[in-house]
């Protein structure tokens, strides 16, 4: 008998639409788990217990109604803490805007409730999105739930979390240098960086414009694609948004690989990856190559330098998009006497945290007379490097593959003070995020402190349908065994 806070949104979607369990069943399961995980594991900032019970009564009275508005009706979904939610707080995890409750919805955020999904509330993260493992909230680190002496990985640390730990059925964040990927490998679900412009950033708290990215956390390869259909498509209000008719993903699903050109990149394969998690991505090539599809080695060579430029691009557009954090408008402002500029300064200094702020001098002095050309100019030539590989890549391959994350989950507090140590969590995945193109992570298995391992599947521009094909074969050969926590027979626990 399995508890319903463990369903897959499939499952949950197709026990709702048969009558045997509502929306506020599957509500009550999911803070009912975030009542017992909440204290070790810090998942959520906001719980909205007042919003996500109207929210769920409203499905349940739209299905009493015959009103089905899709898959995510009635479930129960969480949301990175950098999306703006109309009514409820949403701080960025950052105390230069604690108590900021903005008054409308991010495009993403009002697409999942038009499609029904009840918002259980606000996931931590690390502030403004710059961390790769939730200890830069100013309120507090996640810890992982495979392991609490462990990080979940950032910077959205506590959707990957809400998702493992069974506090929502999915989740929601951004992804501006692996910052759902790697988090989702470290937690063991599934974790995708749609196409630049695929999903509108409307809304989105920006920390770097040409780099974010919202996308969808869950338990399978289904449940992404049915998060990443409600929120995906033009949005007038995103300059960025691509004027395309986006297409349905599901057909990709049930496809197999018989055929697929696999390229495995060798840059991402060799000298920094944890040997653990190189043996695990190496025998899900293996199986992916048993079940027919065409594997070879491919190179990418300017990404041995995609995190030197990540490191000069990502800072110079904080260093402009933070510059609106003044304590003029909104947010801190600080109580100290003085001129206006004076106020400004000290209200940036408190209410910004230690990485932020040495991001923002990063992205200054990037930008400053004299050193424009030298840095931020040097690494968006890099850049175009960059996505000049992928294009060659492409052309030989369908879909590349690589770990996720070099290493497993790593203990709270070991790379804290080591910035470098901390950026090198990303090096697997922010090329993708220098491209544009979409990416996945889906879990392959354990290492021998029994910590899951990811393996990342990267598509070109638009190649969802290739993406998802490949990540549902991954998730059929591997069988990752985690999902003995998941319900797969009739039998469910209300």
């Known amino acids: 008998m399995t508890d319903l806070a463990d369903l897959t949104i499939a499952r949950a979607a197709s026990g709702l639409r048969t009558g045997e369990f509502t929306a506020a069943d599957l509500l009550e399961a999911v803070m009912r788990r975030a009542t017992m995980t909440e204290a070790q594991l810090h998942a959520y900032l906001t719980l909205d217990h007042e919003g996500a019970a109207t929210a769920a009564e409203e499905a349940d009275r739209a299905f009493a109604a015959g009103q089905d508005h899709g898959l995510l009706q009635g479930i129960p979904i969480a949301l990175k803490d950098n999306m703006c939610t109309r009514g409820v707080e949403t701080t960025a995890s950052s105390k230069i805007l604690s108590g900021w409750v903005p008054p409308y919805d991010a495009t993403a955020v009002a697409r999942l409730r038009a499609a029904g999904a009840v918002i259980t509330g606000k996931t931590n993260m690390d502030e403004f999105a710059m961390g790769s493992s939730t200890e830069n909230s100013a309120f507090g680190e996640t810890r992982n739930p495979w392991d609490t002496d462990r990080v979940p990985g950032g910077s959205s640390g506590g959707s990957a979390v809400a998702v493992a730990a069974g506090s929502a059925f999915g989740a929601f964040g951004s992804d501006t240098g692996g910052s759902i990927r790697q988090p989702a490998a470290l937690t063991g679900v599934v974790g995708m960086k749609p196409t630049y412009g695929l999903v509108s950033r409307y809304g989105l708290i920006a920390f770097a414009s040409s780099l974010d990215q919202i996308g969808p956390f869950a338990r399978t390869v289904e449940d992404v694609v049915l998060l990443l259909e409600a929120v995906a498509g033009f949005d007038a209000l995103d300059s960025t948004s691509i004027d395309e008719p986006t297409p349905g993903f599901g057909d990709a699903l049930r496809t197999g690989v018989e055929g697929v050109r696999v390229g495995v990149v060798t840059e991402l394969m060799g000298e920094g990856i944890d040997p653990e998690v190189r043996a695990a991505v190496q025998a899900t090539v293996d199986r992916l190559a048993d079940a027919g599809a065409a594997v070879g080695e491919v190179s990418l060579p300017s990404s041995e330098h995609a995190l030197s430029a990540y490191y000069l691009i ?70 175009t490097l960059v996505r000049r590989d992928f294009e060659e890549a492409y052309a030989d391959y369908d879909v590349l593959v690589s770990p996720t994350s070099p290493t497993t989950a790593f203990p709270v507090g070991e790379r804290a003070q080591d910035p470098l140590a901390m950026y090198l969590s990303d090096v697997c995945t922010i090329p993708s995020n220098l491209s544009g193109d979409p990416s996945i992570s889906v879990p392959v298995g354990v290492d021998a402190d029994g910590l899951p391992v990811g393996f990342q599947i990267m598509a070109p521009a638009l190649g969802e349908q290739v993406l998802f094909q490949v990540a549902a074969e991954v998730e059929r050969l591997v069988d990752f065994q985690d999902r003995a926590r998941l319900a797969t027979s009739d039998e469910v626990k209300p």
């Open 314 to 383: 990502a800072p110079a557009e904080c260093s402009s998009n933070l510059a609106r954090f003044d304590g003029v408008r909104y947010g801190h402002r600080s109580s100290i006497e003085g001129t206006t500029e004076d106020m400004m300064s000290h209200s940036r200094a408190e209410g910004f945290g230690p990485e932020v702020i040495r991001r923002i001098l990063l992205g200054t002095y990037a930008l400053s007379a004299g050193y424009y050309d030298a840095f931020y100019g040097q690494a968006q030539k890099v850049r």
